[in-house]
């Protein structure tokens, strides 16, 4: 996002829920765990502004409007039974609120998560379905009100296991190392090199990302190259990005990122641009 952004790219962020079931790291901010119907909410709204702020994004709105889809926390809570929980709210009506959106900013690409929702989480899960199924109907002159839309090319994100690895051999070998490594072999996500259509270098906004990911201070600790969510386990901050195309043209294969700086080091022809083959 700070890439392109700074690229004069049109990022526009869509978030479905406010957070307001995650975890609180930070003991000077535990009083917000206290509650999850308002406070921890409304902090996160602030977190996220700063976030954006931090990445260049000027256009973040809230799937439905604030409030509108609720938190559903991890899988298997109490929580995710909530009324107004985004991981039971119905496909179709969430995918109308993001059509229109879509047909407002008219996006050629949209990111989202992979099906698994990067590590099972179900409103992100739910963020995958509630995407493919707008990507589709934006394009429907059938559906809804506002002029049909169609996106070129539509992403969900990616982590090759061949990083994964490499960056817990990195933290293991780090001096001093703030957080624990993973072991990667039990990890419930990453896929497979060579399932990666599309590699982005970012690192030369890599210190926006860190400094948005720091502006998250209730769930992420992070003291780069690494940070760490409430569970305390390592994780590199990446400046090259990986994700995977399920529908549109690829563009034309691109150089692709030094294994050492965080790419697959391999000529697989990944294109190197979301928006390569877009006209």
């Known amino acids: 996002m700070a890439r392109y952004a700074a690229e004069g790219a049109h990022v526009a962020l869509v978030t479905c829920t406010l957070g307001e079931e995650g975890e609180v790291i930070p003991e000077e901010l535990a009083h917000l765990a206290a509650d999850r119907e308002g406070t921890l909410g409304e902090h996160r709204v602030g977190e996220l502004a700063a976030a954006c702020a931090a990445l260049g994004v000027t256009d973040h709105r809230f799937l439905g409007g604030p409030g509108r889809f609720r938190d559903s926390g991890m899988m298997g809570v109490a929580s995710n039974h909530h009324p107004r929980a985004f991981w039971q709210a119905d496909v179709d009506e969430a995918a109308a ?17 992979d099906e698994n929702g990067f590590y099972g989480h179900p409103d992100h899960i739910q963020a995958h379905r509630v995407s493919w199924r707008a990507f589709r109907l934006a394009a429907d002159a059938g559906f809804g009100s506002g002029e049909p839309w169609r996106i070129a090319k539509f992403y969900h994100t990616a982590t090759p296991r061949s990083v994964l690895a490499r960056s817990a051999d990195a933290l293991r070998e780090a001096r001093n190392a703030p957080f624990v490594p993973q072991d990667v072999a039990d990890l419930p996500f990453g896929c497979k090199d060579q399932d990666v259509t599309t590699e982005i270098d970012a690192r030369a906004h890599l210190a926006a990302k860190a400094a948005a990911m720091r502006a998250h201070a209730t769930q992420i600790s992070v003291a780069p190259p690494w940070y760490a969510l409430s569970n305390g386990i390592g994780q590199e901050i990446l400046g090259v990005e990986h994700f995977i195309l399920r529908a549109g043209v690829p563009g034309a294969p691109g150089a692709g990122a030094p294994f050492e700086a965080g790419g697959l080091g391999e000529p697989h022809a990944r294109e190197d641009d979301l928006f390569g083959g877009v006209h």
């Open 97 to 113: 609120e993001l059509v229109r959106v879509i047909r407002e900013v008219r996006p050629h690409v949209l990111v989202t998560y």
